[in-house]
């Protein structure tokens, strides 16, 4: 028999608009921690960081299609290799 503890709601309070809101209004971060700031201020942040950075957006966005493309390309490349 296995006994699990009901779930709390924790208050937390955003590291950018300084108001509290419960863990779901958060992004997790790799460690799966809740991010300092909430949701929204969160895009908002990165909304203003791709508006000042238009090139270098457009330049990751461009490795990021010519990568997927080249690992297109090679997956569907048949096999060199002949089987005896």
Known sequence: MSFFWPKVETLRVCSICYKG???SKF??????????????????RAKAWKHANKERVRELQRNARQAAKAKRNTDSLP????NP
């Open 21 to 23: 809101f419960p863990d």
């Open 27 to 44: 992004f997790l971060n790799s460690n799966k921690r809740p991010q300092a700031a909430c949701k929204t201020c969160y895009m908002a």
């Open 79 to 82: 096999s060199t290799t002949t």
